[in-house]
């Protein structure tokens, strides 16, 4: 039986050439599907014209609405509804893991500027790093070292434009060794690791903002927590995010729309290949 594999897009990025690639590599010609093309019947129930579907979707929102479609069709998405709203929310992530015994960072949730400089001195003052709840590639993060600075962030963000600004996420600020770690699972597989160098003098480690990449160890303390977050937010193929503490690891993200065009060579690890076969497999369930 030939699969029928759907390839949600917003752009073809390298990530995507590499996905597609190692499909057409296993015999699998996925059929694209723009989702700035896609039309939706809402009240109609949609064919099931796809075995499986694997979202890529660069926009959160266009992701969440045709995940939502493919599955109210009884499509399998990789990765699920579920798992994208909890991963895509840095909030209602933190509290996931929490709950689920992941050691994470210690967040605070603050609505108004006069809350979120008393859950600054509840995580035990400065420096703490301050997040918006939905984003990527490091932006509008803020790592606040005292009382100015923190009116500055804040006075700032009341002014922006969505109430999403106004979700006051703090953190406290972790030491770590000039990286951190991304480690990539596919299904109940850790299949492997990145240390995310910063820049020098640089605090921040996404290779967004000039980070580089080199191939981490999967031991089995890495192993155990990575997969630990994993389960907590329903698994798939996720990009976990570690940090190394004094207390240990700590989880502080997890990718549900992973990049990894920069992981490939220092890992020496088809990743593109082994999510390819990760969604065959749900196929066939």
Sequence with gaps: MIMQLGFVYTIITPENKMLLEAARKKGIEAAKLSDAELLMNLTERAPANYDIVLQRSSSLARSLYSTAYFENAGVRVVNSYEVQALCADK?????????EGV?????????????????????????????PVIGSWARLLSKINDKEAAHTVI??????GSYQHKLYYVQEHVEKPGRDIRAFTVGDEVICAIYRNAK??????NTARGATASNCPVTSELREIVLKASKAVGGGVLGVDVMESSRGL????????TEFRNSVAPTGVDI????????VKMARK
Excluded at 91 to 99: D, G, N, P, Q
Excluded at 113 to 127: N, Q, R, T, V
Excluded at 250 to 257: F, G, I, K
């Design 91 to 99: 909030a209602l992530t933190s509290m996931r893991l929490a709950h």
């Design 200 to 205: 020098q003098g640089e605090w921040l480690t």
């Design 155 to 160: 006075e700032h963000r009341e002014e922006l």
């Design 250 to 257: 700590l989880v502080h993200e997890v990718n549900h729309s």
């Design 272 to 279: 593109p290949g082994k999510m390819i076969d990760y969604v």
């Design 103 to 131: 050691p994470t960072p210690k967040t605070m949730l603050a609505f108004t500027p006069e809350s979120a400089m008393k859950a600054i001195d509840a995580l035990g003052g400065y420096p703490v790093v301050m997040k």
